[in-house]
């Protein structure tokens, strides 16, 4: 079970994102260990190739970072300064009142950052809040202040530009960097970039980055074939009846690994060399069937995602998104890195 993860195409879709924020720094968002396709190679290479901000969602994928990044890295955490949290080395984004006066108390002179809520309703200080705290804060010297968009994967959804206008309102007279932009807002034009954009889905080959380069190919072994019969059913639940002889792979790989049980039965195929193998019966916790009748020779290995079946085409599939697709894929594969 490979996972092969192509590190020059990830540089390539951020220095790509980069080229389109001209004016601002780019960011590079390394959560859920970068997207599931592993941090710890993917923000030293893109260290190499000029990254100085790193975000993750926890305290925790933070410390295991710092070592791989040379000290003027900055990994900044999303979800600020929780109890008990370990931040040494570390970037908080302070996300409400109580974690800002927490974090000046505990972590004084130490580097920070503050996030503002300006519609989504997640995470960050609302309006009052922030107007209550703001002189406090800014004295205090914050790296930078952020916000994030709901919408900036549908550039005409009218959220965004009250968003925009909201995070202007809060911020103009600051005099701190700003940072508003994920993928999608660094697609949407200058009036999102401010001094810093925060991508994330582009640099892994996903939608809303649609130029995106492909980074991953993923590709399962072949563990036995056999033939059916016509009346013979595969898999749980007998939800598939051969209706003619079938030559059938089990292919090791399941639900346990992100193959998103829901695809089953739904015409995705795994590919040899570009030849479309039907998904046959249910996706198990540790094995798929595949249906490799139409091939003359049934390869050691089939692709799940390859150039002819992307992240977002399969995700389409499953009914969920890229991001989901990549986050899923689980601890048991062989990560391979060109
Ligand atoms: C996940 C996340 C990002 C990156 O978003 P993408 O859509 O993957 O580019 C940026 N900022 C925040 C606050 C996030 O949570």
Not at 181 to 202: C, E, K, N, Q, S
């Amino acid at each position: 079970m490979t996972l092969h993860i192509d590190l020059q195409a990830i540089v390539a879709n951020w220095k790509a994102l980069a080229a389109k924020a001209p004016g601002a720094r780019a960011a590079a968002v390394v959560k859920a260990d970068a997207y599931g396709l592993g941090a710890a190679r993917v923000a030293p290479a893109l260290y190499q190739a000029g990254a100085r901000d790193f975000f993750v969602a926890l305290a925790s994928e933070g410390r295991a970072l710092r070592p791989h990044l040379p000290d003027d890295a900055r990994i900044n955490v999303l979800s600020g300064h929780m109890e008990g949290a370990d931040l040494t080395g570390l970037v908080p984004v302070l996300n409400s009142p109580e974690q800002f006066f927490r974090d000046r108390a505990m972590r004084p002179g130490k580097p920070f950052a503050i996030q503002l809520d300006t519609g989504m309703n997640r995470l960050g200080m609302e309006a009052g809040e922030w107007s209550a705290l703001r002189a406090e804060a800014l004295a205090a010297k914050p790296d930078f202040i952020m916000s994030h968009l709901a919408c900036a994967d549908e550039p005409d959804h009218p959220a965004n530009a009250v968003q925009l206008a909201s995070f202007r309102a809060m911020t103009d007279d600051c005099g701190v960097p700003r940072s508003l932009a994920a993928t999608g807002g660094t697609l949407m034009g200058p009036d999102y970039h401010f001094d810093l954009v925060r991508p994330g889905i582009g640099l892994y080959g996903a939608l809303p980055f649609a130029e995106a380069q492909p980074v991953v190919r993923l590709s399962l072994p072949v563990i036995q074939t056999r033939t059916v019969q016509p009346g013979e059913f595969v898999g749980y639940s007998a939800t598939w009846t051969a209706n003619a002889p079938r030559r059938i792979a089990t292919v090791s790989a399941g639900y346990a690994d992100g193959v998103l049980r829901s695809i089953s039965s739904k015409g995705v195929s795994l590919y040899a060399a570009g030849t479309a193998c039907p998904i046959v019966g249910r996706v198990s916790m540790d094995l798929i069937t595949v249906d490799v009748t139409g091939l003359a020779d049934v390869p050691g290995e089939l692709d799940l995602i390859c150039p002819e079946q992307t992240v977002d085409r399969l995700a389409d599939h499953a009914g969920t998104i890229g991001y989901e697709i990549l986050t899923s894929l689980g601890h048991r594969y062989d990560r391979t890195y060109l």
